[in-house]
T-cell receptor
Framework: GESVGLHLPTLSVQEGDNSIINCAYSNSASDYFIWYKQESGKGPQFIIDIRSNMDKRQGQRVTVLLNKTVKHLSLQIAATQPGDSAVYFCVGRYSTLTFGKGTMLLVSP | EAQVTQNPRYLITVTGKKLTVTCSQNMNHEYMSWYRQDPGLGLRQIYYSMNVEVTDKGDVPEGYKVSRKEKRNFPLILESPSPNQTSLYFC????????????FGPGTRLTVT
């Protein structure tokens, strides 16, 4: 079956630092990987996606890297801000969306 | 404003008392789904619907029912709630079954005693 998981349940960074959130997956059949952000008390919100035939995709302050050889993807957030504090989910698109367990990003001033 | 709404936001109930959590979206989306979120387990899909009168089981459907009589509404029904259904529930909608940009509601925190 599909499995998508994150490496660390919690990541603490200082404001202004770059954050890297990692994720591993077991099933290569996903055609897209997606990152969602969930702020406290809210539902998850789409951030960025990457097609499985790509290695890198950039958005505003965020970059997704996909390494299909080792079945790993990462979300990089540049100049992390307090508003980035949230739980981040990597999601694989298989027959349905499969969510990983999430990494909580804590940004301290 | 495009949104997914859920009601109630918070609910405390007792074992065996039937309840319904409503979900409504105003984006004319075909696809809707329900998830539950539990600590350490992430988000797990309960049921989904690809269109009106079309529903299917997700990963954890036991103890739940759904219906899709109208495109905008997708209620989640717990006929006989049990304490292991205490959880945070999210409804989501998207333009298609495999659309990766799902719009989530604000969540319903359910406690079953």
């Amino acid at each position: 079956g599909e499995s998508v998981g994150l490496h660390l349940p919690t990541l603490s960074v200082q404001e202004g630092d770059n954050s890297i959130i990692n994720c591993a997956y077991s099933n290569s059949a996903s055609d897209y990987f997606i990152w969602y952000k969930q702020e406290s008390g809210k539902g998850p919100q789409f951030i960025i996606d990457i097609r499985s035939n790509m290695d890198k995709r950039q958005g505003q302050r965020v970059t997704v890297l996909l390494n299909k050889t080792v079945k790993h993807l990462s979300l990089q957030i540049a100049a992390t801000q307090p508003g980035d504090s949230a739980v981040y989910f990597c999601v694989g698109r298989y027959s349905t969306l499969t969510f990983g367990k999430g990494t909580m990003l804590l940004v301290s001033p | 404003e495009a949104q997914v709404t859920q009601n109630p936001r918070y609910l405390i109930t007792v074992t065996g008392k039937k309840l319904t959590v409503t979900c409504s979206q105003n984006m004319n989306h075909e696809y809707m789904s329900w998830y539950r979120q539990d600590p350490g387990l992430g988000l797990r899909q309960i049921y989904y619907s690809m269109n009106v009168e079309v529903t299917d089981k997700g990963d954890v459907p036991e103890g739940y029912k759904v219906s899709r009589k109208e495109k905008r509404n997708f209620p989640l029904i717990l006929e006989s709630p049990s304490p292991n259904q205490t959880s945070l529930y999210f409804c989501a909608s998207s333009g298609g079954s495999l659309s990766y940009e799902q719009y989530f509601g604000p969540g319903t925190r359910l406690t079953v005693t």
